[in-house]
């Protein structure tokens, strides 16, 4: 029962949503794209999406500038 | 390298297409790139003028200073290579329609520079244009650290990054770091479309 999460394996946990788990992984970053087996996760919908088990979850960090 | 494989490759560029979201550092500079590499047509956004501080980093001249950056490009590619197809678009990307103006192109390239707005360009078009391959970058301002800078592919997103740099408040936006960026986004894009 784990997860991947930007490679490295944590434990699944049940009915976690995405905003739990980027709290859980402490990731504060406050712009971040999230992708689930490879299926990306509307901001909007953060906080009612739960992670399934065996997910490899991808969290990019986006920076400002270009 | 042969003649042969040389003709295949300069044939598939151009016939390719490139849609270019923001023609600022990242931007202006992926499309000079692209347009010496020979893709046949390039689809460039932007509702911005040029300013004195961009000509730090972007692909502009003073003397274009005050002008549309869309514009502007479209002048420079087409006295670099006057074969390329160049699209403009003098608008600002909404959230709700971003992917609008990308929907025919085989690769759409990110160069905003706002996180916000790269985050909702990147979720708007992977949702909207299924199947559609994008390049974004996140980690441009600063300088050095070119070893951080890594391509993380995420299915049909390709992105140029540096999740260790800082961010624009905090440093400079300086060529050197921007047009590597740049040019990374450029060859993620000629890689996709030689395949």
């Known amino acids: 029962m784990s997860i991947k999460v930007n490679g490295r394996e944590v434990d699944w946990v049940e009915n976690e949503t995405v905003k739990q788990l980027l709290k859980r992984m402490k990731y504060t970053f406050p712009l971040v794209v999230v992708k689930i087996n490879d299926e990306v996760v509307p901001r909007n919908l953060f906080d009612q999406v739960t992670i399934p088990d065996n997910a490899k979850v991808a969290v990019i960090h986006m920076i400002s500038g270009g | 390298m042969d003649k042969k494989k040389y003709e295949e490759i300069r044939e598939k560029l151009q016939e390719s297409s490139v849609g270019i979201a923001g023609l600022g550092g990242l931007g202006s500079n992926a499309a000079v790139s692209l347009a010496r590499a020979g893709v046949g047509r390039l689809v460039l956004v932007d509702f911005d003028k040029v300013e004195e501080s961009n ?139 030689l395949g």
């Open chain 2, 55 to 193: 000509l730090s980093r972007q692909y502009y001249f003073q003397d274009q200073v005050g002008r549309l950056k869309t514009e502007a490009i479209k002048e420079n590619i087409e006295r670099i290579n006057p074969r390329v197809m160049v699209e403009i678009f003098n608008c600002k990307l909404e959230k709700g329609s971003m992917e609008r103006l990308f929907k025919d192109v085989d690769v759409v390239i990110e160069a905003l520079d706002d996180a916000e707005m790269k985050t909702a360009f990147i979720e708007e078009v992977l949702q909207k244009l299924p199947g559609k391959p994008v390049v974004a970058a996140s980690g441009v301002a600063g300088y050095g650290r070119c070893d951080s800078i890594t391509t993380k592919r995420l299915g049909n997103l390709y992105m140029c990054y540096d999740e260790g740099a800082p961010s624009s408040e905090e440093s400079v936006l300086i060529a050197p770091r921007v047009a590597l960026m740049a040019n990374w986004e450029a060859n993620l894009a000629v890689e996709i479309i």
